[in-house]
């Protein structure tokens, strides 16, 4: 997934962006945006357990 956080001059109530491949999400402030990227980077690199029954089969 590429994540961009860039200004955005679409609306000025919101100014800044954050990218997600073809996706935007768009923030009041830089410092939102940023944030965000931060709590997402962070979800995606936790570990991840595969239910029980899934485990299984591929097992």
């Known amino acids: 997934m590429n994540i961009l956080v860039r200004p955005s001059s679409l609306r000025k109530d919101q100014p800044w962006e954050v990218c997600l491949d073809q996706q935007a999400v768009r923030f ?13 980077e962070a979800r ?10 899934v485990q299984r089969a591929a097992g």
Request: charged share 35%.
């Open 44 to 53: 995606l690199r936790a570990p991840h357990q595969l239910p029980e029954r």
């Open 28 to 40: 009041r402030s830089e410092r939102e945006a940023r944030s965000f990227v931060a709590t997402l």
